[in-house]
């Protein structure tokens, strides 16, 4: 496919010609999406609502490993654009689907197929819809295709027939785009800021931040980490940033006496497009009032690192 650099994007055209695009494809059927609250699942359900309107059917799957308080916050803000969102509690599912399981790979796949399999796939049975519209861009291609991460919608570049595989065809209209691209096309689309700004949230979510077993009290742990770090930084003007729960545990000290707890690692990210980044140079009184934070109000974690590893060799995501 012929990458769409943003310097060359007509956001304009690019929206004219997709929304163009998904109504021949779908024609006069149903098609689905799932929104996550990333300006790419956003940006693809705008385009999919302009195109076909209430024949797409946009749920927000409800996996137990979204940051706080995300279902609630993006079915509002949909609905002030006019766009109904059903939300779909999968939170036994996901969970049962990642017990036991500690490699990456592993638990990205279990995720893939609870996803698109079982929830998904008993949505398009509900529905009779045969598209599903996805917000894969080309760094996601990239990455898959060269080995260096898996990503959860990354299929026919793998040789994966979703229509043989999950029951239905996969529409990816910012295919061609990388995050840069996206949010001029958000914008457009007349997303709000805190949307078409929005720091990347990888597919797996916060079970991308564990290292380890994704359990509902680990989940629970990165999350409350994810709250402070986004309150302490969201004046950084960072490109991303992240609470990592590391799997070992250290030892720590807590009134005067040993605190065998867990280890938060935060990453915080400057890029343009996520290809490469660098890590941001924050102030340590800033890092200091993190750890500290972290530490007295997240129960059980002793320790916050920093990762200072540019990508690469590092990835921005832990797994």
Not at 37 to 49: E, I, R
Not at 58 to 69: A, E, H, L, S
């Amino acid at each position: 496919m012929e990458e769409i650099t943003a310097e060359a994007l007509n956001s304009e055209n690019f929206i004219e010609q997709q929304v163009s695009a998904i109504s021949e494809t779908v024609g006069d059927g149903l098609a689905i999406n799932a929104l996550s609250g990333g300006v790419d699942s956003s940006a693809v359900t705008m385009l999919g609502h302009r195109a076909i309107g209430g024949r797409l059917k946009t749920y927000f799957i409800d996996n137990g490993i979204m940051r706080q308080g995300e279902p609630e916050w993006i079915v509002a803000v949909f609905k002030d654009l006019g766009v109904h969102v059903e939300v779909i509690d999968a939170r036994t599912e996901f969970f049962d689907a990642m017990s036991g399981i500690t490699d990456p790979e592993e638990k990205r796949e279990a995720i893939t197929q609870t996803f698109y399999k079982d929830v998904f796939g008993r949505l398009v049975r509900e529905s009779g819809a045969k598209h599903l519209l996805q917000g894969t861009i080309l760094t996601d291609v990239d990455e898959t295709v060269a080995g260096i991460k898996r990503q959860h919608n990354v299929f026919e570049q793998l040789g994966i027939d979703p229509e043989k595989t999950f029951g239905y065809k996969i529409i990816e209209p910012l295919i061609q785009l990388r995050k840069d691209g996206v949010r001029r096309v958000a914008e457009a689309l007349d997303l709000p800021e805190t949307i078409y700004n929005r720091m990347p949230f990888p597919g797996p979510a916060l079970a991308a931040r564990v290292i380890g077993e994704a359990t509902p009290e680990r989940i629970k742990t990165v999350r409350q980490a994810t709250v402070i770090l986004e309150e302490e930084l969201a004046d950084s003007g960072a490109f991303q940033y992240m609470a990592i729960l590391h799997e070992d545990h250290v030892t720590g000290i807590r009134n005067g006496a040993r605190d065998y707890g867990t280890q938060i690692e935060i990453r915080c990210w400057e890029s343009v497009d996520a290809r490469t980044a660098q890590p941001t140079r924050l102030s340590y009184t800033v890092l200091e009032r993190l750890a500290e934070r972290i530490t007295s109000e997240v129960p059980g974690v002793v320790s916050v690192t920093y990762g200072i590893t540019t990508k690469p060799p590092s990835t921005m995501e832990v797994v």
